[in-house]
């Protein structure tokens, strides 16, 4: 099942770069918990819980503050009911026009296919500063 994980979860990063997000919604279960870093200045910060407010508040957020913004994974590390992906984001601040280059770890967890948590570890000084 953790090789399928994988594929899952590659699946999604393919299809938010391409800014298909019906299909980032369809790796979600629809109770999934969604952790960002919870600090001050970030639009989407904090823990979301259910699919519909990943889209709303955290996809949203995306669309609203930056142009061009990216999540490139780098490697996926197959630890069973939870994958690992180490990468960088990309992207423009809207309000500010600086670029955004930013290290980051996502931790998934998938039961029965579908992604029930995600965590973002990122570098959130360099989203404060294209943030503005």
């Known amino acids: 099942m953790s090789e399928e994980n994988v594929n899952i979860v590659r699946q999604g990063y393919d299809a938010f ?42 996809f949203a957020s ?14 996926f590390l197959d630890a069973g009911d939870r994958v690992v ?18 290290p980051y770890a996502h931790v998934w967890t998938l039961r029965d296919g579908k992604a029930v948590h995600f965590r973002n570890y990122m570098d959130t000084a360099s989203f404060l500063r294209a943030l503005g």
């Open 17 to 58: 770069n391409r800014g298909d997000v019906d299909t980032v919604m369809g790796i979600m279960d629809p109770n999934i918990e969604w952790q960002e870093p919870d600090v001050e200045g970030l639009p989407d910060r904090g823990t979301h819980h259910g699919s519909e407010a990943v889209a709303s508040n955290v």
């Open 62 to 75: 995306v669309v609203e503050s930056w142009d061009g913004f990216q999540a490139l994974p780098e490697e």
């Open 85 to 102: 992906v180490l990468g960088r984001f990309r992207g423009t601040g809207k309000a500010t026009g600086k670029t955004l280059e930013a």
